[in-house]
């Protein structure tokens, strides 16, 4: 079988957690063949967890470089800012047909800090061109400027992104709801559909950046939308059943 092509747009975890560390193992146990655009580089400071955006010029060299790649789809993970958000909207229009999966990463789980405002009014602007996007609870809080404490407001939040421009949305709920299970949303404008999982008690960082790049890897390899995310939903599953201090784990399994 012609090995396919996938691109990963995303930070660098300098803990290898989540990030582009997350994608490219993804990638690499669904055998597929992963490349990265470096978006940002991450440390861990006196003052806490830094974010530091790669040079705009450096970015554009790093997508100039991937133009004659086949890729047969590509995800989008931190845009640090607007300037490098705008250069990968403008990739990702050069790319339109392919499957687009946005995690719109507004909020790292160790820094509250980041400016959002003009960021988010950024990321809405590649909705139209996404074949799904996959906010967190608190990110889809913040894209659609209401509060979710409910599945019915995880619902009416859903149609929300939908009505922005959205084909798929799945919010990724985790426990914020509920002690004893992960519930994720889907919808596809047309019917809700509930994930659900048992909570574990284990390191969860990267299972986002991690859910993301396995729906990636499953709609390159042709499946539809809702079983993309469904198998997704259980690979992340597993990889939280293995993660170790640093996050999760992505396990290679067997031919």
């Not at 978006?39 to 955006?53: D, H, N, Q, S």
């Not at 909705?127 to 409910?150: C, G, H, R």
């Not at 889907?186 to 969860?204: A, C, R």
């Not at 390159?220 to 640093?246: R, T, W």
């Amino acid at each position: 079988m012609k090995t396919k092509y996938i691109l990963a747009i995303s930070g660098n975890d300098i803990f290898s957690g989540g990030g582009l560390s997350a994608d490219l193992t993804t990638y690499t146990v669904n055998k597929l063949h992963g490349f990265v655009a470096v978006t940002c580089l991450t440390a861990m400071t006196e003052a806490g967890f830094e974010v530091i955006p790669i040079d705009k010029g450096v970015f554009a060299k790093q997508l100039n470089s991937l133009g004659s790649v086949p890729f047969s789809a590509i995800k989008l993970g931190l845009l640090p800012n607007v300037a490098i958000a705008e250069q990968a909207l403008a990739f990702v229009k050069r790319h339109a047909g392919l499957p687009i999966i946005l995690d719109p990463v507004l909020v790292c789980k160790e820094s509250h800090d980041l400016e959002v405002s003009d960021l988010r009014e950024e990321l809405i602007k590649f909705f139209p061109y996404a074949t799904i996007i996959t906010p967190n609870l608190v990110e889809a809080q913040l894209l659609t400027q209401t509060d979710i404490k409910s599945l019915d407001d995880m619902k009416e939040a859903a149609n929300r992104l939908y009505k922005l421009g959205a084909k798929h949305v799945v919010i990724k709920g985790g426990n914020r709801l509920s002690q004893k299970t992960a519930l994720d949303l889907y919808y596809d404008g047309k019917d809700y559909q509930v994930l659900e999982s048992p909570v574990l008690d284990s390191n969860n960082t990267g299972a986002g950046c991690t859910f993301a790049s396995s729906i990636a890897s499953y709609l390159a390899k042709g499946q539809s939308v809702f079983e993309a995310v469904s198998q997704a939903k259980n690979f992340v599953y597993q990889a939280i059943e293995q993660s170790n201090e640093y996050g999760v784990r992505q396990h290679y399994e067997k031919d």
